[in-house]
């Protein structure tokens, strides 16, 4: 999206505030003992333990901002049915052996289990926005040119 908001339903609004919230509690404290009980092992230039556990710290930590900045971007809202294809909608396609799959077109911090994600920014997100039922939409990617027949297209309820 070029946008700098980033659209998150309710759920994921919600799913991230709380995986922050564990993070910066429980998340931290879970590090900090472990830190303490590599340095209780002695040498920390060959401790591999103290490694490990300084290396988890900085990568939960860059998480932690990835988050706040994801939830001070965020664009929470529900999405009206408009008909097409747009950010925060579910469109059902066939491909051209006949296979359905549903994509929720949305940014990946909306990820659902059991349902395939198509960002905005990928090529097949940025070809499905703006499609209707009935109508034929092709993108190029890496794996070559694609070309799916949007079935059905419907506001994702979660």
């Known amino acids: 999206m070029t946008s700098s908001k980033t659209w998150l339903t309710p759920a994921a609004y ?13 998340g931290r404290s879970e590090i900090e003992r472990r830190i303490a009980d590599a340095r209780d092992h002695g040498d920390l230039r ?11 710290q900085g990568m939960m930590e860059a998480r932690i901002r ?10 929470v809202r529900e999405i009206e049915d408009s008909g097409r294809v747009e950010v925060g909608t579910v469109a059902t396609v066939v491909d051209d052996d006949g296979d359905e799959m549903e994509f929720l077109v949305a940014p990946a911090e909306n990820k ?6 198509a960002s905005p ?7 499905l926005l703006g499609a209707a039922p009935g109508e034929t939409i092709t993108y190029q990617a890496p794996g070559g040119t ?6 059905a297209v419907r506001v994702y309820e979660g």
């Not at 919600?14 to 429980?26: A, D, F, I, M, R």
């Open 14 to 26: 919600q799913k991230l505030l709380e995986e922050v919230e564990y993070l910066e509690t429980e």
């Open 46 to 56: 060959e401790n591999a333990e103290y490694d490990t556990a300084k290396n988890d």
């Open 66 to 75: 990835q988050i706040r900045s994801t939830l001070a971007s965020a664009d």
């Open 112 to 117: 659902i289990p059991g349902l395939l994600l």
């Open 121 to 127: 920014d990928s090529p097949l997100g940025g070809a």
């Open 146 to 151: 694609f070309t799916y027949k949007v079935r």
